[in-house]
């Protein structure tokens, strides 16, 4: 009993060697199933300069930025941005993903003021400052621009994420009445995700992060479903946190699934002609010649698809018609 209690012991310690292995795989883990590419550009903006400042934005970009990190992208993170740095940021983007190849998952994402005027939708710096919403191609920065040096990159696949349209930032310019984005058309192998539906004004939040952001960085460390479901469930929730005051959508034009974290594969099972392994062989070793049906038993429960598995059940069997000795 003593040498079974040793075994016993050494297959502990093997296992736990097994799961620290395990664990340090999961954590360098991060890229797609194909290996793709990931990358990203997060800008939150909150501190405006001549319009309503915002509480939450910037902490909604740093929260993206760690969690796309988390599942495998390069990112790179602007917060509190001019104009001349944001059109920089986003050119400096675009560059990149036609250097990365067709095989690149690109995202961008933005958290702070955005407006909409004649069907387009802009971005705002916190520099951004005007008198008639004529001038917003002078202080805005277009979404349709940024699509076009997603589309120009012909990556595989382009993520926009805009948490943005909190009020009107503009109440008192003539003629700016209309409240939050334009419906924008995705473009081949483009999602495109808002915090709020067309038209409509999303919540900054009152708890540091906004529930939009908050329910997607959850879903993306929780989940691992395809882009369209994990964002379903961002819609339930932000709806289930806002009193149905909030309702997100997106735009999907998707040609290749995505994940954000992909099922892992199932190891393929362990058949009786594969080589055994060091722990397992020093159990078979140590209960084939007992003659024990316990010890069998143990080495059965404790290797199901072992390499020695027909030879133990063989002796098993074997073991159970042996009639046991008559005591003395």
């Not at 081949?188 to 919540?203: D, E, H, K, Q, R």
């Not at 529930?211 to 997607?216: K, R, V």
């Not at 395809?226 to 997100?248: D, M, N, W, Y």
């Amino acid at each position: 009993m003593s040498r079974l209690l040793a075994v016993l012991v050494f297959l502990l310690g093997f296992s736990v060697t097994c799961a620290r292995a395990e664990l340090v795989l999961a954590n360098r883990a991060g890229t797609g199933p194909d290996g793709e590419r990931r990358i990203a550009l997060v800008i939150g903006n909150g501190g405006y300069t001549a319009i309503g400042g915002l509480d939450n934005t910037v902490n909604d970009a740093a929260l993206m930025a760690d969690t796309l990190q988390s599942v495998g992208f390069e990112v790179t993170k602007l917060l509190d941005v001019d104009q001349n740095a944001m059109k920089r940021g986003i050119a400096n983007f675009g560059r990149a993903l036609r250097e990365a190849g067709p095989e690149t998952v690109a995202l961008f994402y933005y958290a702070g003021h955005a407006v909409q005027s004649f069907g387009n939708n802009y971005l705002l710096p916190i520099d951004a400052a005007i008198r008639d919403q004529a001038d917003l191609d002078l202080v805005g920065v277009e979404a349709g621009w940024i699509l076009r040096q997603l589309y120009s990159a012909r990556v595989r696949t382009n993520i926009v994420i805009l948490d943005s349209c909190r009020n009107n930032p503009f109440p008192n310019v003539m003629g700016f009445h209309d409240q939050g984005l334009a419906e924008m058309n995705a473009p081949t192998g483009t999602f495109i995700a808002y915090a709020t539906a067309p038209g409509s004004v999303a919540l900054d939040g009152l708890a540091g992060n906004s529930p939009y952001t908050s329910a997607l960085a959850n879903a993306i460390d929780a989940d691992r479903e395809s882009i369209e479901l994990l964002f379903k469930k961002v819609r339930v929730k932000v709806l289930e946190t806002t009193g149905g005051a909030q309702t997100p959508w997106e735009s999907s034009s998707l040609t290749a699934d995505f994940y954000f974290r992909p099922v892992a594969a199932p190891a393929p099972a362990t058949t009786s002609s594969a080589p055994a392994s060091n722990a397992e062989e020093t159990l078979w070793v140590s209960v084939k010649d007992s003659g024990d049906k316990t010890q069998v038993q143990l080495y059965l429960w404790t290797f199901p698809q072992g390499a020695h598995r027909t030879e133990a059940e063989a002796l098993l069997t074997a073991l159970a018609r042996k009639p046991e000795a008559a005591p003395a």
